[in-house]
Each structure stands twice: as structure tokens, then as C-alpha cells.
């Protein structure tokens, strides 16, 4: 007689098979834990992680904070505080390479706004002027142009011709500033005790042409009576 085989095993998936195995059932009693089971074993074997966002460096928060005030800057329309602003952005958050894109497009902006402000200076008064806070500001090159207009329309105009030593001085380039000097004071003496004490020209203190200028005796030609105008402000 042949022997009863035992029925397949169902293949069917059941909504139960389908539940996370959390240590209960659906419709049974919650499940032993075996004796010296970890309590991990409870856990559900694939857990998803939520995905974490991108970290940001902490620097980034201040970086953000100097580019706000910049941009608060542009919209009063005080266009060189926006660009000292900005452009420290630049210089001290060189790693944040996502806000110096933005940062370039205000800064452009800044730019060109100044520009349209600012007229080009068309006496000899104005481009004194010009050249002074060009000095004051370390624009050595702009500063040099406007002198360079003055010089070419007023040849004696020691002033001028002593603001060029100057600003060669600042610029490290003691033949071009010493000439110039030599030519202020030839134009008027008390140029050279400005400058003896002048600390604008200090870069030049020790070179020999230049100790050899302020030693030299005073020239013959008379003061014309025009004093010595400091070329830049007090810092």
C-alpha cells in the first residue's frame, strides 16, 4: 500500500509574511525572545537611514553674514562700502566657492554704478583732488594718471610734481621718485622739509639719491610763495 505523501508546502505570500518582524505577529500573542537573544536580534534587519543633507563648514554661516550686510550696503546705494564688503567675502572665505559666484555678480554691480557716479575730474583743482584720495586709497596708478594731466597742463606745478614722488615712493620706484622730488624742490624749496618728515616717503629713506636731494643746498631760484601742500591726509 502506497504511503500518503504530506501535502506541498504553500508558496503563497500572505499579508503576514509581508510584516516587519518586529517580535509580534499579526494576530498572535507578542513572540518569545529566546533565552540570551541580543535585543538587536528584535531589530528589522534592513533598516532605511533618512538621508542626511549636505554639511556646511562653519565658517559658512559668517560668510553669509558679510554677504547680507554687502548687499544691505548696495541697496542704500553705498556702493564702496558694498565692495570693501564684498570683496572680504572673497578674501577671507576663499573655500566657499558657491557664495563668491553671487558675490561676483554684486560686486560687478558695484562697479558699474561707481562709475556712472563718478565724473571724470576736468581741472586742475579737480584732479588734485582726485589724485589725493587716489593716494589715500592705494590706487597708486589712477593717482599717477590724474597727476600726470596736471603736469602736462601746469609743468610747475610743484604740488602735483611732489604728489608723483609719491606715489612712485609707494610703488617701490625710488629713480622715478627721487626725479620727481628733485623737480618739486627745485620748483619750491620747502618741499624739502616736507619731505625730510614726510613718512609718505619713507620707502625712499635709504636710498642715496634721495638723502642726496634733502642735503642738497637750497636752490637759488626764490620761493614763489606757494607752500607745500601735503599730498595725502592723516590716517
Known amino acids: 500500500m502506497a504511503k500518503q505523501r504530506p501535502a506541498p508546502r504553500s508558496t503563497k505570500v500572505t499579508p503576514q509574511a509581508l510584516t516587519p518582524r518586529t517580535g509580534r505577529t499579526t494576530d498572535g500573542p507578542p513572540a518569545q525572545r529566546p533565552a540570551g537573544a ?10 532605511p537611514h533618512a538621508p542626511k543633507g549636505p554639511q ?20 542704500r546705494h553705498a556702493y564702496s562700502q ?18 563668491h559666484e553671487r558675490v561676483r555678480l ?23 583732488y582726485a ?4 593716494i589715500n586709497t592705494g590706487h597708486y596708478d589712477q593717482a599717477i594718471a590724474h597727476l600726470r594731466l596736471v603736469r602736462d597742463e601746469d609743468p610747475d606745478n610743484d604740488h602735483a610734481i611732489y604728489m ?13 621718485a627721487v626725479a620727481h622730488l628733485e623737480r618739486a624742490i627745485a620748483l619750491n624749496p620747502e618741499n624739502r622739509a616736507l619731505a625730510r618728515n614726510d613718512p609718505d616717503l619713507e620707502p625712499l629713506r635709504d ?3 634721495f638723502r642726496a636731494a634733502l642735503e642738497a643746498p637750497p636752490n637759488s631760484r626764490q620761493d ?8 595725502r591726509s592723516a590716517r
Do not use: M, W
Not at 57 to 74: D, I, N, P, Q, W
Not at 82 to 99: C, D, F, G, H, N
Not at 164 to 176: F, I, K
Open 131 to 134: 589724485a589725493t584720495l587716489a
Open 164 to 176: 608723483l614722488a609719491v606715489a612712485h615712493a609707494q610703488r617701490d620706484e625710488h629713480a622715478e
Open 38 to 47: 541580543s535585543a538587536s536580534a528584535s531589530a528589522p534587519e534592513s533598516s
Open 207 to 209: 636710498d642715496d639719491a
Open 56 to 75: 556646511r563648514r562653519s565658517t559658512y554661516f559668517e560668510a553669509v553674514a558679510l554677504y547680507e550686510r554687502g548687499l544691505e550696503a548696495l541697496q
Open 106 to 128: 554684486y560686486l560687478n554691480i558695484c562697479e558699474r554704478q561707481a562709475t556712472q557716479k563718478e565724473a571724470a575730474p576736468q581741472t586742475i583743482d579737480e584732479r588734485l
Open 82 to 99: 558694498a565692495t570693501t564688503l564684498l570683496e572680504s567675502v572673497l578674501r577671507q572665505y576663499p573655500e566657499e566657492k558657491e557664495l
Open 224 to 231: 614763489r610763495g606757494r607752500r607745500p601742500i601735503k599730498a
